[in-house]
Nanobody, 119 residues
Framework: QVQLVESGGGLVQPGGSLRLSCTASRSIFITSTMSWYRQAPGKQRDLVASITPDGNTYYADSVKGRFGISRGSAENTVYLQMNSLKPEDTAVYYC?????????????WGQGTQVTVSS
């Protein structure tokens, strides 16, 4: 059963913009910290940005000032607005939903969407 559905990746020139979307079921969306990770070929999967259920955000230093994460509650969707894209932003981007309890964490992952920044 697919629980996180991502969309919005593609090919863009350096300096361009893309918006990624990740839609979850309502029960997952309202209880989870939603995050975007990315993985470039031959590299580990790294956290890009996250947003808690009450709207607190975190950004990796490499994307601060260029990327924005937001929650669309009516659509059960988290967005990643990516501006001023650079070739080094090229990667597969994955959506994650995480619920943290006392001594446990439940995570779900999307299937990934390719972002390629190239001229």
């Amino acid at each position: 059963q697919v629980q996180l559905v991502e969309s919005g990746g593609g090919l863009v020139q350096p300096g361009g913009s893309l918006r990624l979307s990740c839609t979850a079921s309502r029960s997952i969306f309202i209880t989870s910290t939603m995050s975007w990770y990315r993985q470039a070929p031959g590299k580990q999967r790294d956290l890009v940005a996250s947003i808690t259920p009450d709207g607190n955000t975190y950004y990796a230093d490499s994307v601060k000032g260029r990327f924005g994460i937001s929650r669309g509650s009516a659509e059960n969707t988290v967005y990643l607005q990516m501006n001023s894209l650079k070739p080094e932003d090229t990667a597969v981007y994955y959506c994650q939903a995480a619920v943290v309890g006392s001594g446990w964490t439940n995570t779900r992952w999307g299937q990934g969407t390719q972002v390629t920044v190239s001229s």
